[in-house]
Nanobody, 115 residues
């Protein structure tokens, strides 16, 4: 099993920044991609960003240029730096990790963008 623990969510004003962190523990050997997905009430989950163990990244079009995903393999931790946040990005943000074809999920952290 892989356990994922997210942190860093909270309330931020429009245009503000937040940095999310997600630490993986347990069977960390073999983890390849790690990423962030978000879900707003009434909406489907949306992939925000993903990074492979080798550092290749991909982003949702809506966050390109504003969000940056990074990873510290030594700490088994993935980060999401979010800048210029918008109210419509209020959602629960979930960390994920894939290991040998199986995807593990964190419990989610709430991000609220409001004045």
């Amino acid at each position: 099993q892989v356990q994922l623990v997210e942190s860093g969510g909270g309330l931020v004003q429009p245009g503000g920044s937040l940095r999310l962190s997600c630490a993986a523990t347990g069977l960390i050997f073999g983890i390849d991609g790690m990423g962030w997905t978000r879900q707003a009430p009434g909406n489907q989950r949306e992939l925000v960003a993903r990074i492979t163990r080798g550092g290749a990244t991909n982003y949702a079009d809506s966050v390109k240029g504003r969000f940056t995903i990074s990873r510290d393999n030594a700490k088994n931790t993935v980060y999401l730096q979010m800048n210029s946040l918008r109210p419509e990005e209020t959602a629960v943000y979930y960390c994920s990790a894939d290991r040998y074809g199986y995807v593990y999920w964190g419990q989610g952290t709430q991000v609220t963008v409001a004045a």
